[in-house]
């Protein structure tokens, strides 16, 4: 199998910030400790503040499917559920091959 890449953008609310910084700080931390994760890296957009970007790369798609049902994600997502500003959004990239 090959390598499976996702990104993902977290919206936060400007005055609940810090919180969710260390809500994804944990994440990032728990993630990087399993097993089948190669990266997992996050950023602030730099075009829209408190848009948070977490670039991940996974040996194969049973990586990224055991990130997906782990514990530290979902409470991730519980913990951060009143720090969002909007809905995060999670990105399975494809390849495309240049022409």
Same mark, same amino acid.
């Given at each position: !199998?090959?390598?499976?890449? $996702?990104?993902?953008?977290?919206? $936060? ?9 260390? *809500? =994804? /700080?944990?994440? *990032? ?6 097993? /089948?994760?190669?990266? @997992?890296? =996050? +950023? ?7 848009? +948070?970007? !977490?670039?991940?790369? @996974?040996?194969?798609?049973?990586? =990224?499917?055991?990130? !997906?049902?782990?514990?530290?994600l979902a409470a991730a997502f519980a913990a951060a559920q009143d720090l969002l500003a909007g809905e995060v959004a999670i990105h399975p990239l494809v390849p495309v091959v240049a022409a």
């Amino acid at each position: !199998m090959s390598q499976v890449q $996702v990104v993902a953008t977290i919206p $936060v609310r400007p005055d609940r910030r810090s919180e969710a910084l260390e *809500v =994804l /700080g944990t994440l *990032v931390e728990a993630t990087r400790a399993e097993e /089948g994760c190669l990266a @997992y890296d =996050l +950023f602030e957009s730099a075009a829209a503040p408190d848009v +948070f970007v !977490m670039v991940e790369r @996974y040996a194969d798609q049973a990586a =990224l499917d055991a990130h !997906m049902s782990s514990e530290h994600l979902a409470a991730a997502f519980a913990a951060a559920q009143d720090l969002l500003a909007g809905e995060v959004a999670i990105h399975p990239l494809v390849p495309v091959v240049a022409a």
